[in-house]
């Protein structure tokens, strides 16, 4: 098992909402626009939000000029005005067109000074797909911003290291890297002009604009701090399909709907991708973080997610003495361990 799965593992964050709808000014009829708070404690979490940003435009794609530019047609919002962060084009309609869910990453700079209504693409392996051709031409999309962790724990992080009783940093998982989850350490750069940054393989500074988590992923935080972090989000309700591309062993994911997670109805069935077997070591699994263990399940060919015994050593098996996983709650992230890899795994909106 790596040295990933081995953390230390405690407690669901607990998260608190609260609802609210109201009419959209950026031309949709209606939109929800959800907020709540998020209470990180000591300990290891997994955590994600299960929302997004305010989309800054909504539009369709007209054409294919290159292999990173769209020609669009705005039907709302400003294309061109980014916010400081990163921002992705993410296809939202119509139904059942076939990149419905995917995603591809913008860069910011080249559009602003593209002529027209042109957004222009940035090659990353944030994309959920690698080919920009004639099969994006018709789909309907949303500019969103990205989710930072620069942009939702920096200050925290910044007060609690240069308090008069300073705290040891946090450690930090994010879920893209190039064999998994990448770890991250934030420290103070020095004195007099120190400042928070993100340091990676013990040496390499991660710009804060980089620090992204992407739709239906999480980010792990072991934190020493007895009183925590907390913070508080808003933004609108997810409405359509969510890729997120999966690889074969941990995968940091959440499901990415203002809603708990009922497995084998929302997702967590064959017909996801996902791998059942009578053996416990040769199905996909789930892991989370609950009290001081780690809480593994796996997925049984006839009785759902079945709690596991001993993974890792010789006496591997199923605990059916134990409740199967039925339920995720909302905002929690876990761990999907895959034997396989699925680079079109997709995250539906939840069944009524």
């Known amino acids: 098992m790596s040295t990933f799965m081995k953390a230390p593992f405690t407690r669901f964050p607990i998260l608190i909402f609260c609802l609210a709808i109201i009419i959209s000014t950026t031309g949709k009829a209606q939109a929800e626009q959800i907020s709540f708070e998020v209470r990180i404690g000591q300990g290891t979490e997994a955590v994600h939000f299960p929302l997004q940003h305010n989309p800054i435009c909504e539009g369709k794609i007209t054409s294919v000029p290159s292999s990173l530019t769209f020609e669009i047609t705005v039907s709302s919002g400003e294309p061109k005005q980014f916010s400081a962060c990163p921002h992705f084009l993410a296809v939202v309609g119509p139904a059942g067109h076939s990149l419905l869910g995917d995603r591809f990453e913008l860069d910011e700079v080249a559009t602003r000074a593209s002529s027209g209504n042109q957004l222009v693409l940035e090659p990353s392996p944030l994309n959920t797909d690698p080919l920009v051709d004639s099969r994006w031409i018709g789909a309907e999309f949303e500019v969103i911003p990205h989710w930072t962790l620069q942009d939702t724990l920096s200050e925290m992080i910044r007060r609690k290291l240069t308090s008069s009783l300073p705290r040891p940093a946090p450690t930090i998982w994010l879920p893209f890297g190039e064999r998994g989850p990448q770890k991250i350490v ?22 804060g604009a980089k620090t992204v988590l992407p739709p239906g992923s999480s980010f792990l935080i072991k934190s020493a701090c007895t009183n925590g972090y907390g913070f508080s989000l808003g933004g609108d309700r997810r409405t359509a399909p969510c890729r997120v591309p999966l690889l074969a062993g941990p995968n940091l994911v959440g499901y990415p709907y203002p809603v708990d997670l009922r497995l084998g109805i929302d997702w ?69 361990f895959k034997m396989k890899p699925d680079s079109k795994h997709v995250f539906q909106p939840p069944q009524n």
Not at 189 to 206: G, M
Not at 288 to 316: R, T
């Open 186 to 207: 934030p420290r103070m750069t020095a004195a007099p002009q120190s400042r928070l940054c993100w340091v990676i393989d013990n040496k390499k500074i991660l710009s």
């Open 268 to 336: 967590g069935g064959q017909a996801d991708g996902l791998v059942p077997s009578q053996s416990p070591k040769e199905c996909d699994q789930i892991f989370l973080y609950s009290g001081n263990d780690l809480q593994i399940y796996g997925f049984h060919i006839s009785h759902g997610w079945l709690p596991i015994l001993g993974l890792g050593s010789e006496g591997v098996r199923w605990d059916t003495s134990s409740p199967r996983l039925e339920v995720i709650p909302v905002g929690c992230g876990f761990v999907v």
